[in-house]
Every structure is written in C-alpha cells, then in structure tokens.
C-alpha cells in the first residue's frame, strides 16, 4: 500500500520532470538519493532543488556495540511483568487509594519505587531514586480534594557532563470512562503501564552503563487529572534552572492494531512541536520571517530521533508528526514545552478507543476496557528500544551549541555561520556539523564537517535551504542541531 503510494508520486514526479526542460533534466543525472521512504516527495525536483553536493549525504547512524548490547537486553517478558504487576493495583486513579498496600495509586507508586531502587543497587551510585510530591488542592475540575501527589523520579547522573539532563516518563495514573471515578476497575495497561514499563526497563538496563550526561527516568501521576505531576517536574527543573536539554514522554505504546484490526508493528509516532510556545513576539516575527517554523528545538529533537532510532537494531520506523498532540489529548510533554524545554510525545500508531478511558465492560459481545490482553509487548520493547536508543545517543553526544546565528549583515550568495560551545563549555565537543536540506524536506539531507571551529562559511545560498548546526564527539556521536537566526547587522 505504502509503496504503491510512493510509486504513485514517483511516477507524478517523473511526469512532472519531463515537462522541464531538457537542461534542468541533465542535472537530475547525479541526484542526491533520497534516503527516506517516508518523504517519497524528495524525489521531485522541486523539492530536492537545488541539485547542490556540498557536504555528505546524512545516512541513518548504526548503534555502537555499547547501544547494541543495551538494546538486545530489552526484555518482552520484562514489559510484560511490569504492565501485569500495575494492572493488579485494579486502579491507579490519582484520587485513589494511598494507604491500601494492594489496590490502588499509592500501592503503585511504592511498587514502582522499589523496582527503581532495586535497579539503582547494580549503579554503583550513579543512579538515585526519589518520590517527590506536592499536595494538590481542589482545582474546581478533576481534583475535588486535596491529595498528595507524587513522581518516581530514577536519576542515573552523567560520567561526563551530569548537568545536562535528558528525561523519559510515562505515567502512572488512571482512568474509567467518568474521569472522576476513583473506586472503578481502571486497568490501564496500555493508557499507560505500557510507557511506564519503558521507563523501568531502560533504566534496568542503563543503570550498569555510564552515559555522559544524566538521564532521567520517571513515572508521573495527575496526568488524566490534568497533567499534574508533570507540571510538578518541569516546574521544579525551570524552577532551579536545570537544563534539560530533551524530554520524551510514552504515553499509550502498548498496541499497534487499530480498531479496524490493522495492524503497524513497526511504526511509532513520534509528536513534536512547531514554533515554541514560549517565544516571545519578537523571537515569533523573526522566526516566521527567516521560514524557521519547522525549526524549533522539539522537531530538531524529532528529527534526531529518526536519525538514531530507526534502524535493524530497534526494528522500527518512526513517523514524526509535525504536531504538539492528537485532536482533543493532551499529553505530559506539554508542560515541558510550556517550561521552555524541547519535548515531544511517543504514542502507538492507530488507537483503538475501545481500550482507553474505558469501563471493564462487555457491550454487544464486545470487550472495553484497557486490558492487558490488548497489549503487544514485542511491540512495545520495540518502542523501549526506540527511546533507548535516542536517549543513549544524546546523553554520548555533546550538548548543542548555543547562540546559533546566521550573519546576513551583508546581500551575498554564501552562508557564514558564527555560533558558541553548548552550555557548560563545550564538555565533549571534538568539532561541528552544518546540516541542511531542502526548504520542503522533512529531514536532513547533508551534512558538512568544519571541525573545531565558532564560525564557517558555506558556498550554498542561506535563501534557498534550511541549514543547522551540530556538535560532534567522540565516537562520532551528534548533537540535535540548532536552527542560526539571523544575526542582527549591528552586532
Ligand atoms: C516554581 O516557581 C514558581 C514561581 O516562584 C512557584 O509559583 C511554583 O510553585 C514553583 N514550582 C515548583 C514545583 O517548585
Ligand atoms: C524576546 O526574547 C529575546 C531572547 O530571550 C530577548 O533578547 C528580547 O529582549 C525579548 N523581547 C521582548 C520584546 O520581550
Ligand atoms: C519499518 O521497519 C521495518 C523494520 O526495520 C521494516 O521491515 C519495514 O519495511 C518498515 N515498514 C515501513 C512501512 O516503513
Ligand atoms: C558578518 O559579515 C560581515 C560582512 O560580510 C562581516 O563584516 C562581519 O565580520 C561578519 N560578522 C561575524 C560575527 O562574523
Ligand atoms: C557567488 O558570487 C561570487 C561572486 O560574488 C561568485 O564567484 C560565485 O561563483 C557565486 N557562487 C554561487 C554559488 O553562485
Ligand atoms: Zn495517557
């Protein structure tokens, strides 16, 4: 189906090409191939002008043995355990329960704690597990008391460069079809023991490894509440300042069968942001102005994720979505976002409503309720794999750099860069990247090496492609870009 479409365009784009010019056809003879199945488009050659060859072609990177060996230790039955053992509180509703030592979100909690304490004895240190929390008043919507809500926090601090964090959460909490209902059946495995399972199998398996910089793995609560423990998180990061420099929430990645009953096993979508929603006016203008809207810091983070993610090792693909979230959800990244923070949201392919924000309930023949037995748990160490993959890769890479600029004091046909050392100096940093692409492709194309440099200047026009800037370090690991803005002519 897929390729037929892509054979379709293809055949469109050939058409179309024919009608240009024999001139314009010959520079078609050396094309720069498009790497990506999923941008069928690139292949036109409106999109893929200019035919320019400047820099190497960006090919999707190969784990090294460190990640090979840390994805192979993702386990299905693992997931599986886990999403049972959180079925078995019966509910996880964030008003339920704290004092029950077998039902309800207090149980879970203590439960999810233990297992990350567990893990944290293997780290020789370098993990530690805390359950911060706040008391939640009355909010006139979905809290009706006050009731102490808490995160489990598991952090694995940095070798190498431990202030800059990256987190991976999913939450803990759950829901029946009234969202006020605390006392209800609300199995939640999919909505979402599912993400929460990634976030205690990575931080198994990482807990004996020692990534640069810090990760952080969590299971929040309040999310059907109102995104609560999130908020709780990002504010307390914003709060003191730390930089976090990437945040992903898994957030219903238990099933890939839609309610048709088709199925994608091998696809996880991946929802990132467009212009961030704490610009301020000026930074908005200039950004719409330049064409930087498909730019900012969460799809940089997206594109990232395809790069390193997608591949024979995590046996997946991964569609970014150029959207904050699905029509009428929200989803735990938001409050990252609204912090200031890239951030974006995993989330299964097709969703079968039945099994969400259900009651346990057979109508017609026909079973609600968001079971385990809906669950694929191949499918979901697939996406554990997809998450370890791209937060082992940003925790080894360098962080990005920092003042990114684009120097358009002058009206020439080049493009000259001036950017500085990501924040904390530049621990780690051996050189840079300038990526670019197409104004009209999703993903970047090439990739120049201008070493260990502040400042390069690209024969390429600024005015017809899209270009970034990397870090590099060692063992060849990248930075997500950063986006130049133009620098102002009087500076
Ligand atoms: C963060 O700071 C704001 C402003 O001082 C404060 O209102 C809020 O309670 C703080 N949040 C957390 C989680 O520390
Ligand atoms: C917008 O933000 C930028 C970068 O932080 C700052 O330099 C500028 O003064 C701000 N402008 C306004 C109008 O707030
Ligand atoms: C997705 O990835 C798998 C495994 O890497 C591959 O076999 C499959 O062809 C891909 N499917 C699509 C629709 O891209
Ligand atoms: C920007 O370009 C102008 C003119 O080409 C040059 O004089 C200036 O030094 C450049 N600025 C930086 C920061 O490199
Ligand atoms: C840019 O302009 C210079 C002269 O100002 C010319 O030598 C050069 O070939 C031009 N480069 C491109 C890519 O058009
Ligand atoms: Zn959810």
Request: one cysteine or more.
């Amino acid at each position: 189906m897929a390729r037929s479409i892509a054979l379709f365009l293809l055949s469109l784009c050939i058409t179309s090409a024919l009608a240009v010019p024999a001139q314009r056809l010959s520079l078609r003879q050396s094309p720069n191939p498009p790497q990506d199945i999923q941008s069928p488009l690139l292949f036109c050659p409106a999109s893929s002008w200019p035919q320019a060859d400047i820099g190497s072609l960006i090919e999707p990177q190969v784990p090294d043995s460190e990640l090979q060996d840390i994805l192979s230790q993702v386990s299905p039955a693992n997931i599986e355990a886990t999403i049972l053992k959180l079925v078995s509180f019966g509910t996880r509703h964030t008003l339920s329960t704290q004092t029950d030592p077998n039902r309800g979100i207090g149980a879970a909690r203590d439960w999810i704690a233990s297992e990350f304490r567990k893990y944290a004895e293997a780290s020789d240190g370098f993990m530690t597990v805390e359950v911060p929390g706040y008391v939640q008043q009355p909010d006139g919507d979905r809290v009706t008391f006050p009731i102490l809500l808490s995160d489990v926090v598991a952090t694995l601090k940095g070798s190498e460069d431990p202030e800059r964090i990256y987190v991976v959460s999913g939450h803990y909490d759950t829901r029946c079809l009234d969202p006020m209902d605390y006392e209800c059946d609300a199995p939640g495995a999919d909505d979402d023991a599912s993400g929460v399972s990634i976030s205690l199998e990575l931080a198994r398996i990482m807990a004996t490894h020692r990534p640069k910089a810090t990760i952080v793995f969590v299971a929040v609560a309040g999310e059907e509440q109102g995104l609560y423990g999130s908020q709780f998180l990002a504010q307390t990061y914003k709060n003191n300042s730390v930089n976090v420099a990437g945040m992903f929430t898994n957030d219903i990645v238990g099933s890939s069968t839609g309610d048709d009953g088709t199925k994608d096993p091998h696809t996880i979508r991946l929802f990132a942001q467009g212009p961030p929603l704490t610009e301020n006016s000026t930074q908005r203008a200039t950004r719409l102005n330049v064409g930087g809207e498909n730019d900012s810091p969460s799809r940089e983070l997206g594109r990232f994720v395809h790069e390193v993610a997608a591949n024979e090792y995590t046996e997946m693909n991964v569609s970014l979505i150029y959207r904050l979230d699905r029509y009428l959800r929200g989803g735990d990244h938001r409050p990252f976002l609204e912090a200031g923070y890239a951030a974006a949201r995993f989330t299964e392919p097709m969703e079968d409503f039945k099994h969400q924000h259900q009651d346990v309930v057979v109508k017609d023949g026909v079973q609600y309720g968001d079971l385990p037995e809906f669950c694929d748990f191949d499918f979901i160490s697939r996406v554990a794999k997809v998450n370890g993959a791209a937060l082992w890769s940003l925790a080894n890479a360098p962080g990005q750099p920092t003042n990114v600029y684009v120097n358009t004091t002058a009206l020439d046909n080049n493009s000259q860069f001036v950017w500085q050392p990501p924040i904390g100096g530049g621990i780690g940093v051996t050189g840079y990247e300038i990526v670019w692409r197409p104004t009209t492709a999703a993903f970047w194309t090439h990739a120049i090496d201008v070493g260990d440099v502040l400042t390069a200047k690209i024969d390429l026009s600024k005015d017809n492609v899209v270009f970034g800037i990397r870090s590099v370090g060692a063992g060849g690991y990248k930075s997500p870009a950063v986006f130049p803005f133009p620098l102002a002519s009087s500076s």
